[in-house]
Each structure stands twice: as structure tokens, then as C-alpha cells.
């Protein structure tokens, strides 16, 4: 997989230029195939390996050599868990999921008090819009391993909320994080102001134009024949029309304007302690595990509210926060507010869930959120049974010894049906063990 997914450029009288990699932030999910291989033969061999974490009584030999329709729709479950499985076992390393959470990496910095038209670029627009909000690194907050390390924590708990099938297709993700240089928005009032601003001009960019497919535009203009249709190996895929990032799905979320966070030089101060010491017969690894999950569960994070609320249904309200006697101290200086006024701080895992249940509390009183989180669904579910069919047809033709993916589908059915797993990847998804990350 790529570490970015897409570039952008602008062109002609005000389109913008979207070149997209085949898999990417815009377009995640799996259709025809792995990322390597034959794009119309699904992984044969992938998974046909010796491996420690296989359960030995079931590596040797087919379960099913028939598709009965009970192992049939045994084996379709599990293909579907697999298809997410890997969906968000690769966009980790895709931007915005995690580079773009890493100093040095594509973070992206603001150095000026105050946004100017020469900061924010037209082009730019897709990284802010299907975001539920922002986040601001503070100039002197974590170290860029701190903030790989969040943007994992993010990435993982956004899964876990969504029972590992979040709405990634067109961007969409937790937030977009940005970092405060030396020269960018001070205290706690400066970047409320430069957040009000942000989101003036995002809105003004939505009814830009949008072009997904320049080179299919590029190849007509020199009088060549145009190339055939990108190969459908991820999807969605975007539509070929050349209309406003609107028309094409890609929006302002609905509390982005009223809520953002921050990373400031007090949220790892928790997290910085003397770790425990391992146990004479625990496994290094899961050790090293443990002691990167608590020490990640200690960040804590201030959540700001800018009062631009009129379009929400309700008032964002902290008292529930306190009452659950989860409200840490502020431990601002720069922060009189009353308590239950505009800023509090929270652990991160608390600020992540607070944001999805808020955002689930308005999409619930508005038909028209109601309607587009149903349709985000129900195209994930499309794409995953367009996978199915292939994966399915391809072992029919060849049989299910010989698809990687049926192979490992019939083991992890019989082991399920036995009450035991076949590998732990079916108790315990990869995209969980944070230390483990690559790349």
C-alpha cells in the first residue's frame, strides 16, 4: 500500500485536480483484489503459509469439499469479516489516518496568527472536509513520536466505536490535525478565532469544482484516445463528472464548526511515568503491548467549544462529562472560564467517544443525517458482497483450497463452529496491537 493516497493541484478556470492512487483515503475498499497480485485472481497463496499463531487442528486439510449451502453462508461471514479486516488493517499507513498525524510526516502546520489567503491552499479543501472535527498540536505539545503514537490510538478507537467497520470511503475519518508552529495562533482564544475562519473558507470551497479523473481529460485534449476506465480494484469510485466537492460527497461535518481539540504540553504529563516492571514469565511482546496501551490511555486532551452552535439541534453541553466524573483539571493559565463553560479536559479515549455520541445524538433528530450514514452503510455493504462474488466465483473455478481467501474463511468457520479460532487475527485484528505498526 501506498503511504498517500492522492495529490492535488488546480487547473484550468477554477477546477481542481484530484490524481488518485487506486487505493487510497478517497477510495478504501477492496473489490477485486489484494494490492498485489493479478487484479482478476484474488490471492491464492497469501495465506498458505506456516504461521505460529494457526490453530494445528486445522492447517492440513479442506473442512468442506462441497459447497453445501450452511458452509456456504459459514464461509461468507467470515469472507465479510475478513474484508473489513484488512480494509482497516491497511489504510492505517494511508494519509490521513496516520502520516497525518506525524511531525515530519504530512502534518500539516500552521505558522501565522491569523489564516490568510495564502496559508490555505483551494486544493487542499478534501483534507478537512468528512472529518468530525479538527485537532490542534500546541508548538511545544508532543514529540513527532507521541504524535504517530496518537494518531494510532485515534485510528484504533474510531474502529473499536464502529465495531471495525467505520465509514472511511470519501475521507471520512475522527479528524484532521494540524500543528501550531512557533509563529501560529497563542492560549485558548487565538485558535478559536483562526477556527471560525477556517471553516468560512472551507465552506466557501465546497462549491468548488472538482476533477477526479485529469488524465482521462489530458489524453482527449492531445486528440488520443481515452484510456479505458481506471481498473476497479477499490471503490467507491468517484464519479467521472466534473462537479463541486459537494455533488461528489465530500462535506463540512456537522459539528466540525462547533467543536475542536487540543494537544497541549499537559497531555502526556500523566503518561510519562515509570512503567511497571515486566513479570519474570510474560511474553516481551504482549508486555511491550500492555505498557503502550496504558501508557496511551493516561493522554489527556482539551476539548473547545467555539459557540457556533445554531445549526445544531442542541447546545453542546460538558455537565454530562462532569457528572460522570470524568472533567480533569484545565491546568491553564491562560483559561478563566467557569466550570462547564467552553474548554475542558478529558482522557483521549473519553474526547473520542463524547464526539461520536454527540455526533450519533444529531444525526438521530435529522432525517437528512439519518439518510446519508444509512447510505455510507449500505455502500459498504455493496462493495463488500461485490468482493464476496468475485473471491466466491474465483474459488468455484479453481476451489476453495487453492483462493487464499476461502482457504483461510472455511478454517476460521470450523473453528467458530467448534467454539475455538483458527488464527488470532480472528479474535484480536492486528489493526488492534499498536505496537506492532509498521511504516
Known sequence: MSDSGQSSEPTGPGIIQIYEQSFSAISPYLITCPPYGDPVNPDINRYRKDCPSYNAKYPQAAIWNSMANEASSLIRKELQAIFFEETALYLRSVEPYRPGWRRGGLLTTINEPSLSKQWFAPEATIEYLNKQMMVYFEPTSVTSVEGDRLGRYVYREWLRLHDGRPPFQRHNFFAKAVQIGEKGPRNLQEPTAFHKALCGVISAHLDDMVDFYPEVDQKMDMDMDPPAERSAIFGPRPSQRVQ???????????LFRALYM??????????RGPSRARYECEDVAHYLEREHDRSLSQYTVLLVKTEDEAHLHSPISFLPLFEAGLALDVRRHDYYGACQDTVIRVRLETAIRFVWQLFRKEESCFKRFKEEAQAQRDEQEELCETCIKKVMKHSEEIGLEENGYTWLAIRRAQAKLNGEAFDDDQVNPLWEHLNHWEG
Open 262 to 271: 487540543v494537544i497541549d504540553d499537559q497531555s502526556l504529563s500523566e503518561a
Open 244 to 254: 463541486s466537492w459537494r455533488d461528489h460527497g465530500h462535506t463540512m461535518c456537522h
